[in-house]
């Protein structure tokens, strides 16, 4: 049956508008959108897109905190932090994934995020055998989400080789590892795992990265699913360019450029260590530059260039990849506070007639959508509902109006300011809080008991 929500302000594919009144459809998309009315159904301060949150290793969010000591290596970095993460995830049981999975995913909602795309690479038994259902652990990822009512798109990850030397791939990764012939099982096991979710969710792939993935194999994977969206790690870490350069005669992404057709079907993740050509080249290809900034952050990867690269047409979202800290206004202020100091300015990301915050947020609402090959990113008819509710008795937004609204949500505020979120018309949360919140969280105080244990 048609619903219908009322605003005070919501941010539309017109603009900013008031009075505002948005009909659901039982379908999950919006049918209407009319300002200027009286008030009628629920009634909600600030209505906004929810993005989608493009980057995900779910299983991740059980191990946050845990690795914040050096340890006698003072050049501890991103390569240590994946040694502590490998000896983590063989503890990991399909129980286990399926109960971590549906905590981040009510905390990414609880966060504003309306849909999450799983770059879902953790795929076999502790010692690399595949259970008898080759998608199993696929499946619990697709049975979190029926519990979490988050849209979602799937990432099945080939993970083939240790590095680009082609080399077997290491203890820690043996559960990851695919040749191509049994992916292209383990993804036909996904896709027919998702058919008992709503129609919103989808599938794509990910080749992993160029270290992961042969010259061979990326090309096979990318034609495997030739309408489904495709992502990739890319030049996120020195020592990753380096080998790259060693290995191809090319920085990571001069070399994807040059030999593959990236397009709007691409999110290429992280990009940090990018030099200015490529930054350019990545703007007008049409990708989505996939950005994690409290990630980035945490692991030391770096910088990415965004004030370049908006300059030149790129589009861009946001994701909580390692899930250390799963925050909506926290990754926006973390990327536009980076390029600030970066360049050495303030609102560096604002233009003539869009603030910082409205920049940033309409940027990653458009880009996720894109990147997770959803019919969504903004309030506009036709598109889902993907909305997210601000309560506009914050003292934060007290007196604020238009994109005022989101710099002080942004720079100002926090998540508590999220009071509601729907993906795909389901209401999920509601005062800030999930649905089904005290369930999830007490399977997930049980996993994370029974890792401790094991650790």
Request: charged share 20%; proline share 3%; aromatic share 8%.
């Amino acid at each position: 049956m048609m619903k219908t929500v009322w605003a005070k302000h919501a941010l539309t594919s017109d603009g900013w508008q008031s009075d505002v009144w948005i009909t659901l459809g039982d379908d999950g998309c919006i049918l209407s959108i009319e300002a200027e009315v009286q008030p009628e159904g629920e009634c909600f301060g600030v209505m906004l897109p929810a993005p989608t949150n493009l980057h995900s290793h779910a299983f991740q969010r059980a191990m946050a905190g845990m690795t914040e000591r050096r340890g006698s290596d003072p050049s501890d970095n991103f390569w240590s932090w994946r040694k502590l993460m490998y000896r983590f995830l063989d503890q990991l049981t399909p129980d286990h994934i399926e109960a971590i999975t549906a905590f981040v995913q009510m905390e990414m909602l609880e966060a504003g995020y309306g849909a999450s795309v799983e770059f879902h690479y953790l795929h076999h038994q502790a010692d690399g055998t595949p259970y008898d259902n080759i998608a199993e652990l696929s499946d619990r990822i697709a049975a979190a989400a029926q519990i979490s009512g988050m849209g979602l798109t799937l990432l099945p990850v080939l993970y083939e080789q240790g590095g680009c030397d082609g080399r077997a791939l290491g203890a820690g990764q043996i559960r990851f590892g695919n040749n191509l012939d049994r992916f292209a099982k383990l993804y036909e096991g996904a896709r027919a795992g998702l058919k008992s979710l709503p129609n919103d969710c989808r599938i794509g792939v990910a080749p992993h990265s160029l270290r992961a993935v042969s010259r061979e194999s990326l090309a096979a994977v990318t034609t495997l699913h030739t309408t489904g969206p495709i992502h990739i790690h890319l030049a996120e870490q020195v020592g990753e360019v380096e080998e790259i350069v060693t290995a191809y005669g090319q920085r990571p992404t001069e070399w994807l450029f040059e030999n593959h057709p990236v397009d709007d079907r691409w999110c290429l993740i992280h990009a940090t260590q990018m030099h200015a050509h490529e930054t350019i080249a990545m703007a007008k290809s049409g990708a989505v530059a996939g950005l994690c900034p409290i990630t980035e952050a945490n692991l030391g990867d770096g910088i990415f260039d965004g004030v370049r690269y908006l300059k030149h047409g790129g589009r861009f979202g946001i994701g909580s990849d390692s899930n250390i800290r799963i925050s909506v206004s926290e990754e926006l202020r973390a990327l536009e506070y980076s390029q600030r100091l970066k360049y050495l300015g303030r609102a560096v990301l604002a233009t003539e007639t869009r603030s910082a915050g409205r920049v940033i947020f309409e940027g990653a609402a458009f880009g996720g959508a894109l990147a997770s090959g959803r019919n969504s990113g903004v309030l506009e008819p036709g598109k889902l509902a993907d909305m997210m509710a601000l309560d506009r008795s914050d003292i934060n937004l007290m007196g604020k109006n238009g994109d005022m609204i989101l710099d002080s949500y942004i720079f100002a505020g926090d998540d508590s300011l999220v009071t509601d979120v729907w993906s795909a018309g389901r209401h999920m949360v509601t005062n800030g809080r999930h649905k089904h919140r005290d369930q999830i969280l007490a399977r997930f105080r049980q996993t994370i008991a029974s890792l401790t244990e094991g650790l």
